[in-house]
Nanobody
C-alpha cells in the first residue's frame, strides 16, 4: 500500500514557474515507477511525465523542455517532484501523482491532486 500526498499547486502568471511535490509513504518507494498526470475541466486525464526507479524519464510532447520530473528515493524523503516553468494557460489543471509497482501487478496508486491555475 502506498499513500501519496501532493503539494505545491497554486495560481501563477503565464511564463511563471511552480514546483509540485508528491510525498509517498507506506511502501518501498524505490520499487515504483512514478508519474504526474493532469486533468483540465471537461477533458480526460492525460500523462504529463513519468520516471522509473532507475531514473528514466518520459514526457508528454506538450511539456517537453518546460517541465522536469525528478525523485528522491532516500528513506527520509520518498518524494516525487515536478518542476514546471514557462507555464501557459493551457497547463491549468488538477495535477495528480501516480505510483505503479514495477514488478507486481495491481499495485497502482493515486494521490488526491493539486490545482494549478495559470492566469494573468
Amino acid at each position: 500500500q502506498v499513500q501519496l500526498v501532493e503539494s505545491g499547486g497554486g495560481l501563477v502568471q503565464p511564463g511563471g514557474s511552480l514546483r509540485l511535490s508528491c510525498a509517498a509513504s507506506g511502501s518501498i518507494f524505490s520499487r515504483y515507477t512514478m508519474g504526474w498526470y493532469r486533468q483540465a475541466p471537461g477533458k480526460q486525464r492525460e500523462l504529463v511525465a513519468t520516471i522509473t526507479s532507475g531514473g528514466s524519464t518520459n514526457y508528454a510532447d506538450s511539456v517537453k523542455g518546460r517541465f522536469t520530473i525528478s525523485r528522491d528515493n532516500a528513506k527520509n524523503k520518498n518524494t516525487l517532484y515536478l518542476r514546471m516553468s514557462s507555464l501557459k494557460p493551457e497547463d491549468t489543471a488538477v495535477y495528480s501523482c501516480n505510483a505503479v509497482h514495477e514488478l507486481i501487478g495491481g499495485h497502482d496508486y493515486w494521490g488526491q491532486g493539486t490545482q494549478v491555475t495559470v492566469s494573468s
